[in-house]
């Protein structure tokens, strides 16, 4: 069976990002761009007051000095004419420097009386002003290609001033939750020996929250012509498949075999890996198609260990951006690790993570309290509180 990194090995050679498209600026939060993009002018355009102030010839300006006020420069609405020794112009925060200045002196050390100004001891020594190209230059690469454009990057997108933008196409993503003991949250109750599908909500969540849109979210009986169907359908629809339980080696496992009817071509089949054995992934008439845990914990932590970089892959990011593990201190011991590589549920206080209570892979209660992923080796040793441990947020 693989190891974890050999899988995601795999994964990173094997997916390829989907096609391109513009759209505009304001539709484009969340999406990874197919282009860099490089400023069209320098950043500020021109050499610009920081405070408001009066601008004037420093070396012509001295305290107790009066000087006249010939005019204003305001952001957007600058000085037209050029400033000489023994003049001031009032100018504001952002406001292009007049011609002829060279300092602004801040607005608390000015006395004004009508149109004339001076300045109280010790005004200086600060010139504040923002240099024209001081944050960046025409040409300068601001956002690289297969940047995901979150909040702080889509500052950085208008700031280069490009009114639209090339990304890498959404993937559409069908979820396929398998098993004759599921039904509908809110029907379950009153349907005896059944329980809630609860995986579809969370990994749907999970897709979305990843740049995905989920086109259909199916629950399929285990009954094969039923499944093939529902194969079938999903295939047609999106361009990820994730399928949820009958991925183990049971009779009524059926998750690959569903498959099979449409060319699936396996890419890796279960994994040295604790929770996540069952995990695969396969290419089916050129759709990718994930296979995860039935137990909802299980599918919602190899979903985000796989399914993230999958999307991320599929949109022209980098698995490595996706699987950013850090070191962090333990706040409570952990145990021995057994034969396989596991990853432990934890959540973050104050004094580090602390493994949230019940590991076991039908666990759901803990989830809503584990924000943090602890991997470790196989066979690695005990830890105690204090000692660094490398997480994934989750």
Not at 107 to 125: C, D, I, L, S, Y
Not at 173 to 187: F, H, M, N, Q, R
Request: aromatic fraction near 6%.
């Amino acid at each position: 069976m693989p190891s974890f990194d050999e899988a995601i090995a795999l994964l990173a050679d094997a997916v390829q990002p989907l096609g391109r498209e513009t759209v505009t600026l304001s539709d484009a939060s969340g999406r990874f761009l197919a282009a860099p993009l490089h400023a069209r002018a320098d950043a500020p355009r021109h050499t610009v007051s920081s405070m408001d102030g009066y601008a004037v010839v420093k070396a012509t300006t001295e305290a107790g000095q009066w000087l006249d006020v010939i005019g204003e420069s305001r952001a957007g609405g600058p000085y037209a004419g050029t400033l000489a020794g023994g003049q001031a112009v009032r100018i504001f925060t952002g406001a292009a420097l007049p011609a002829g200045a060279d300092c602004v002196i801040v607005q608390e050390h000015a006395v004004r009386e009508g149109q004339r100004v001076q300045f109280t001891p010790g005004f200086g020594p600060g010139d504040n002003l923002r240099q024209a190209g001081s944050d960046f230059r025409a040409g300068q690469l601001l956002v690289s290609a297969g940047t995901r454009l979150s909040a702080r990057a889509m500052v950085a997108a208008a700031a280069a001033d490009r009114g639209e933008v090339e990304v890498f196409e959404a993937p559409k993503v069908a979820i396929i939750a398998t098993g004759d003991e599921l039904a509908a949250p809110g029907s379950s109750f009153d349907q005896p020996n059944t329980l809630p599908e609860s995986g579809s909500f969370g990994v749907a969540a999970l897709a979305e929250s990843a740049g995905a849109t989920v086109v259909a979210r199916y629950t399929g009986r285990d009954e094969m012509s039923e499944l093939e169907a529902l194969a079938a359908q999903a295939l047609a629809e999106a361009d990820c498949v994730v399928v949820i339980g009958g991925a183990s080696v049971g009779d009524h496992d059926l998750a690959k075999p569903m498959f099979a009817a449409h060319g699936l071509e396996l890419v890796f089949s279960r994994l040295d890996i604790r929770p996540g054995r069952p995990v695969w992934l396969g290419k089916a008439q050129d759709k990718w198609v994930l296979g995860l845990p039935g137990n909802p914990t299980s599918a919602m932590v190899t979903a985000r260990l796989f399914l993230r970089p999958l999307l991320a892959r599929l949109q022209g990011g980098t698995v490595d951006a996706e699987l950013a593990f850090t070191a962090m201190p333990l706040a409570a011991a952990i145990p021995q690790i057994g034969a396989r590589e596991t990853f432990i549920r934890a959540s973050a206080g104050a004094q580090g993570l602390v493994p949230v209570g019940n590991q076991e892979s039908g666990a759901q209660s803990p989830l809503l309290a584990a924000d943090w992923l602890i991997r470790r080796a196989a066979g690695a040793p005990a830890c105690e509180a204090g000692e660094l441990v490398q997480a994934v947020a989750f």
